[in-house]
Structures are given as C-alpha cells and as structure tokens.
C-alpha cells in the first residue's frame, strides 16, 4: 500500500559541536501537542518545494531551534510509513556554528554519545541512523 503513496521528503540533522571531542551529538524531544510526542529525535523537518535538501536542514534547525549549522556529509536516508503518511527521511551530519539552543517546538535537547543513545526512546524512523552512526 505504502509505495502508492508518495514519501514527504524529511531532512534531520546528527548535530555536532566542533570542539567536543567526546563527539556528542544534539538530540531533542517533542513537546506536547506535536505529533509524536514525548519522543526524541534528530531535529529537522519537512523538505519545501524548490528547496535542496541542505537548504531546507538549515532552514528547519534555525526555525526550531534558532542556531545555525554548516551541513556535512549524508549518512543515510529511509523510507518509513506512518499510519497518515509516508516519509523519507535524509539525515545528514552537522556541526554547530554557536551553541546557544531555543527550543521552539521541542521541550528538551540532551548532548550524548551515539551509543548513550536509548534506541527505544526516539520516534521510529530515527532509530536505523543510531545503527548507521555506530
């Protein structure tokens, strides 16, 4: 049924701050009233018509969490289906440029490493890039 469907384009983001050297990456989770709730997630959103994938990552960072980030290299990208829709999820690695976080959708962030990262907490399509970062 799913491939009937055309995937929404979604980017995310495994943010980095340059100087960690424990690597840590930015994670953060879903105020009440979004959907998806209470779970974490890589932040990012949806690709807009007429916009590069990097373009719109930078565009979602900066609307949800007011920093700016300069896009790296791509890690993956999935399919994942969703009771109402479908999505493609493209995640890219990124590193903060000033580490000074508004959560303006979400209602915690949290700096760990890849493998401090409780798998069964983050929202479903998140969890195969714990597996590709490792």
């Keep these: 049924m799913s491939h009937l469907i055309k995937p929404i384009p979604v980017v995310a983001a495994v943010i980095q701050r340059e100087l960690d050297s424990e690597g840590r990456v ?3 989770r879903r105020g009440p009233g979004l959907s998806g709730a209470g779970f974490w997630e890589f932040p990012g959103g949806k690709v807009e018509e007429g916009e590069t994938q990097e373009g719109a990552l930078i565009r979602e960072i900066n609307e949800e969490l007011g920093i700016d980030i300069a896009v790296g290299a791509k890690v993956g990208e999935i399919e994942y289906s969703y009771p109402s829709k479908v999505i493609r999820l493209i995640v890219f690695r990124a590193l903060l440029k000033v580490d ?28 195969p890039f714990v597996q590709m970062l490792l």
């Design 26 to 28: 930015l994670i953060v």
């Design 100 to 127: 000074l976080i508004e959560l303006r959708e979400h209602d915690l962030f949290r700096w760990c490493k890849i493998d401090e990262i409780k798998v069964s907490e983050l929202s479903p399509a998140d969890r």
